[in-house]
Structures are given as C-alpha cells and as structure tokens.
C-alpha cells in the first residue's frame, strides 16, 4: 500500500491510485484502466491514461518511482518501498 502524506488528487488520478493500488505488484494495461477506470471500451490512440499517470507521478513527489510503467503492458504500483535502479 502507498503511504504517503495527503496529496489532492483529481477524481481519474485518485481511480488509477486506488486501482493500482488494489492490485500491488501487478501489471494492468492501459485498456483494463480506460475499462475499469475510466469505464469506457476505447483502444484507439489516446493518451488520456498516460496523461493521468504523468500528473499523478507529479503529485506524489518522491514516491512517484512507485508507479512504474511496463514496456508492452501498461502500469504497475511496485510493492512498498521498492524503486528501480535507474531512480536511485
């Protein structure tokens, strides 16, 4: 779980928050959070989720190296206090 302090987040930043976050450790696709977040079927060339996570990596400063995007797949939140190599 992130543990962080409060941070305002917008009603889509807060929905892929608590969507990563229910699935920790996970890789979930750009089409699974535009479905169960956004509730919509659109595949097509948007960015819109994208968008959403570079706002929302703004947002939790430090922390953003948690939410961590997987080539080919989509986005993952890395299990508490885990960052990448290259963040470090």
Known sequence: MLETGRVALTP????VMRYLN???GKAVSRSELLR?????RYEGG???????????RKKLGDQA????TVSGVGYRLRPGGQ??????
């Open 83 to 88: 960052t990448s190599a290259a963040s470090s």
């Open 12 to 15: 889509l930043e807060f929905g």
């Open 46 to 56: 948007s960015n819109v989720v994208d968008a959403v996570v570079r706002t929302l």
């Open 22 to 24: 229910a699935r920790e």
């Open 65 to 68: 190296a948690r939410v961590e």
């Open 36 to 40: 169960d977040v956004w509730g919509t």
